[in-house]
């Protein structure tokens, strides 16, 4: 393999591998320009060596894009090469603080596994979390699936270690990191949460108007730690805690609903079903060059919903596009709405998405 020119510094001192990759089973290629379906990936050998090479990228003004576990991109554009975070693979626990420090480059899943060994969770999970990186999460805005209890990720980071335009590094607050221009991640510190002594999921059916019994829950602050109502109406619900404060919480949960005429679908398996959500839960746009695919993430305040669910599905109905939604984690605001969004024969995201 020839080397890009530009690279070969790096390779000669040992600090990074290059390699050619295809990268057609990656879901944004498409996003970055590839039309080939290759590109050029750096691979730093360690945090300094990482620093180093995107300190090189910069002298030599190769336009690079940080990669993660490649299941989304925040910054679509073409780009010369992907350097991947891999390398920022840092996990330590501050017992005192109850807090993790974790690399950017750590999957989510993997950050989860690490800390319930030691009897906690940061409640962040996620469909894609096998692959999905902490930072990735961030930089994406990312909702895990128990964000009703815990919070989406960027709620819950306290400190993020960013590298600056400049090349320095610090550690700054995330209010800070979010006005700071071109700032790269390197690491977060995240909060601990005891592990639950329990998780049970349940489903609901029936319900005449869903999305106004998951507003009444939330108005009545008794969200738990999920809660969601897809196309079909039906409503899911997942209590997470301390058992007998979660029971009398599910209890009056499971009254507003049968209110509104719902009904508990008894058929439903535990694991099963939770196994289902993280299944319906990544984050996958343009998996192939035949279809165009993508996922329209909105916050939604309660008085102007229904319009902005209604306007999207026009458009991207009008368009020949199929769209599945689902409503997930309301609070007394408003809620998320999350529409799926496929569009045959397309390779680039459509005018109507920009509007």
């Avoid at 980071?157 to 400049?166: A, H, W, Y």
């Amino acid at each position: 393999m020839n080397t890009d020119y530009r690279l070969q510094n790096l390779v000669d001192l040992g600090v990074a591998t290059v390699d050619v990759r295809d990268v057609r089973g990656w879901s944004p290629w498409h996003q970055h320009g590839l039309t080939a379906g290759k590109a050029t990936y750096v691979n730093p050998r360690d945090r300094d060596a990482f620093i180093q090479t995107v300190k090189h990228c910069h002298d030599n003004g190769l336009n690079y894009t940080l990669i993660g576990g490649g299941t989304a991109t925040s910054k679509p554009g073409e780009t010369d090469l992907f350097i991947s975070t891999e390398c920022l693979n840092a996990l330590s626990i501050d017992t005192a603080a109850e807090e993790l420090e974790v690399g950017a480059g750590v999957a989510i899943e993997t950050a989860e596994s690490y800390v319930a060994e030691h009897g906690w969770t940061l409640g962040q999970w996620m469909g894609s979390g096998a692959t999905a990186t902490i930072g990735g999460a961030i930089v994406t805005n990312a909702t895990g699936i128990l964000a009703g209890r815990y919070g989406n990720i960027n709620e819950a980071v306290t400190m993020v270690e960013i590298l600056d335009q400049s090349g320095k590094t610090s550690w700054i607050s995330p209010a800070a990191y979010r006005i700071t221009p071109d700032a790269i991640i390197l690491g977060v510190r995240i909060p601990l949460w005891l592990s639950p002594d329990g998780r049970a999921v349940a489903r609901f059916v029936g319900a005449g108007d869903p999305l106004a019994a998951l507003r009444q829950v939330a108005t009545a602050r008794l969200m738990p730690a999920h809660m969601s109502v897809d196309q079909s109406g039906t409503i899911t619900v997942i209590v997470e805690g301390e058992p007998h404060l979660e029971t009398a919480r599910y209890q009056l949960i499971a009254a507003i609903l049968q209110k509104h005429g719902a009904v508990q679908d008894l058929s439903l398996d535990q694991g099963k079903h939770w196994d289902a959500l993280l299944a319906s839960n990544p984050w996958s746009p343009n998996a192939t060059g035949a279809v165009w695919a993508d996922r329209i993430v909105l916050t939604a305040a309660w008085t102007d919903y229904q319009q902005q669910l209604e306007t999207w599905i026009q458009r991207a109905s009008s368009a020949g596009a199929e769209v599945t939604w689902r409503a997930i984690n309301p609070t007394p605001q408003g809620v998320r709405l999350i529409l799926d969004v496929q569009l045959p024969g397309a390779k680039t995201a459509p005018d109507w998405l920009c509007v």
